[in-house]
């Protein structure tokens, strides 16, 4: 008796991988009212990041309170969300290395980003600087605008919509009728779409007749290298899902797939 | 009427029908004179628009030229001329400002002055065709550089990024300590 396999650990890459991103939704929405700031919530992350504002003062649990009432009250804007949940996020990872005793914010992998003291306030006097620009822009927008000529009807082209001779239209069916039939399509040009969870159905299926199933015979039974593929990956799948257990005596020989009870 | 009044009126006529923005070399073989001639042509040009309280300005940028409406009629025009459009966000505003100030300029160095994430509002800024792609930095990863267009210029009323209002830069003394350290009230 051939010594058990081990099941097979199977990596695969994520099935749908959803990229997610904080999209920047500074729009006034949700205000933060706290006994010592009151104001949008980036101000509020902006304030404790330049360490005017104690973070320990700002309980986050009524924060988070606060935004879930504001949400019932208002509609749910998926950027708005998600800055607010990057935001909170950064406020409790600051919150949390300064309630643990003695412990220093770990050094990142990339220490460039943590900026100094000295950096930070250069940042800030920047970031106002900026903010500043900002608004003057704002003052501006839309106020004195200046407009470029538009290009009139005449400019556009017309269509010459003159009566059209019908010889025309029979010269055009002449010229269509001349054009031989189109080559029939060769087959299999369309990819045939095989996935895990097809072979998967396929495989339960042979396996639900006696409880076994030689692997070779389904494997010779699949139309493209593709499918073989592909089948082989659902028997590993299940393996790794522990729903079945592969056993091969000898070296090329049959590979029995069975159900685990 | 001298031969440089001459060539100011018939640069303005050229402006005035072209299509697109002319460079000045192009306004310059069109007029059949050379490039600086051309050039004090059309500095003259926008002077005499503005002193003469015209309803025409010579806007230009990267040497690129031509004629927009004066801002001091832009919202009487308004009602003619523009197309329905929302006020920019605070966001919008703010990335804005990065690339009008520091053009051209990579979504990494707006994302550093603003402190997040700045694609989103990048990519809306670029459909509303206020910035534009102007090529890549010649560093690791070739960033997307990108920098403002002559609508940024119209929309805001400006007949040059000279025009931009005066941006205290980085380089000014830090805050007062005191306005840092102001205690937040507890009340």
């Known amino acids: 008796m051939a010594p058990e396999l081990d099941p097979i650990e199977i990596v695969q890459p994520p099935i749908e991988a959803v990229a997610m991103r904080t999209t920047d939704a500074l729009e006034p929405g949700f205000e933060v009212q706290l006994p010592t700031f009151s104001g949008p919530l980036a101000v509020l992350l902006h304030l404790i990041e330049s360490r005017q504002l104690d973070v320990l003062t700002v309980p986050l649990a009524e924060l988070a309170d606060a935004y879930v009432a504001h949400l019932a009250e208002h509609p749910v804007d998926p950027a708005q969300l998600a800055e607010f949940v990057a935001v909170a996020a950064q406020l409790i990872l600051i919150k949390s290395h300064s309630m643990l005793p003695g412990e220093v914010p770990p050094v990142s992998a990339d220490a460039a980003d943590e900026p100094d003291e000295e950096e930070l306030r250069r940042r800030i006097v920047e970031y106002r600087a900026l903010r500043d620009a900002a608004h003057a822009l704002g003052e501006r927008d839309l106020v004195a605008p200046m407009h470029r000529r538009e290009p009139r009807e005449s400019d556009l082209p017309v269509?010459?919509?003159?009566?059209?001779?019908?010889?025309?239209?029979?010269?055009?069916?002449?010229?269509?009728?001349?054009?031989?039939?189109?080559e029939p399509a060769p087959p299999e040009i369309m990819a045939r779409e095989i996935t895990i969870a097809m072979q998967i159905t396929?495989?339960?299926?042979?396996?639900?007749?006696?409880?076994?199933?030689?692997?070779?015979?389904?494997?010779?039974?699949?139309?493209?290298?593709?499918?073989?593929?592909?089948?082989?990956?659902?028997?590993?799948?299940?393996?790794?899902?522990?729903?079945?257990?592969?056993?091969?005596?000898e070296l090329f020989g049959p590979i029995v797939v069975e159900t685990l009870a | 009427?001298?031969?440089?009044?001459?060539?100011?009126?018939?640069?303005?006529?050229?402006?005035?029908?072209?299509?697109?923005?002319?460079?000045?070399?192009?306004?310059?073989?069109?007029?059949?004179?050379?490039?600086?001639?051309?050039?004090?042509?059309?500095?003259?040009?926008?002077?005499?628009?503005?002193?003469?309280?015209?309803?025409?300005?010579?806007?230009?940028?990267?040497?690129?030229?031509?004629?927009?409406?004066?801002?001091?009629?832009?919202?009487?025009?308004?009602?003619?001329?523009?197309?329905?459009?929302?006020?920019?966000?605070?966001?919008?505003?703010?990335?804005?400002?990065?690339?009008?100030?520091?053009?051209?300029?990579?979504?990494?160095?707006?994302?550093?002055?603003?402190?997040?994430?700045?694609?989103?509002?990048?990519?809306?800024?670029?459909?509303?065709?206020?910035?534009?792609?102007?090529?890549?930095?010649?560093?690791?990863?070739?960033?997307?550089?990108?920098?403002?267009?002559?609508?940024?210029?119209?929309?805001?009323?400006?007949?040059?990024?000279?025009?931009?209002?005066?941006?205290?830069?980085?380089?000014?003394?830090?805050?007062?300590?005191?306005?840092?350290?102001?205690p937040v009230d507890a009340g």
């Open chain 1, 159 to 182: 269509a010459n919509v003159g009566p059209l001779p019908v010889v025309l239209l029979t010269d055009a069916m002449r010229a269509l009728a001349a054009i031989p039939e189109p």
């Open chain 2, 1 to 182: 009427m001298t031969a440089a009044d001459d060539l100011g009126a018939f640069l303005e006529a050229l402006l005035f029908i072209a299509e697109r923005p002319l460079s000045s070399a192009e306004l310059a073989e069109l007029a059949g004179v050379p490039r600086p001639q051309a050039e004090a042509a059309l500095a003259s040009l926008a002077k005499d628009l503005i002193e003469g309280r015209r309803g025409l300005r010579l806007q230009g940028m990267d040497d690129a030229w031509q004629l927009a409406t004066a801002p001091e009629v832009g919202q009487r025009l308004a009602a003619y001329a523009a197309r329905e459009e929302a006020r920019l966000t605070a966001a919008a505003l703010e990335a804005l400002a990065v690339v009008a100030y520091r053009q051209p300029c990579t979504r990494g160095e707006v994302e550093r002055v603003r402190g997040v994430d700045s694609d989103y509002v990048l990519r809306s800024l670029l459909h509303r065709r206020l910035v534009v792609e102007m090529g890549r930095r010649d560093t690791p990863g070739r960033p997307i550089l990108y920098g403002t267009t002559f609508t940024f210029l119209e929309r805001f009323g400006l007949t040059s990024l000279d025009d931009l209002p005066p941006i205290e830069e980085s380089t000014t003394p830090t805050l007062p300590a005191a306005e840092e350290q102001e």
């Open chain 1, 202 to 249: 396929v495989l339960r299926a042979a396996l639900a007749a006696g409880g076994r199933v030689v692997l070779q015979q389904l494997l010779a039974s699949c139309r493209s290298r593709t499918e073989a593929t592909v089948t082989l990956l659902a028997t590993l799948e299940l393996v790794r899902r522990r729903q079945v257990r592969v056993r091969q005596r």
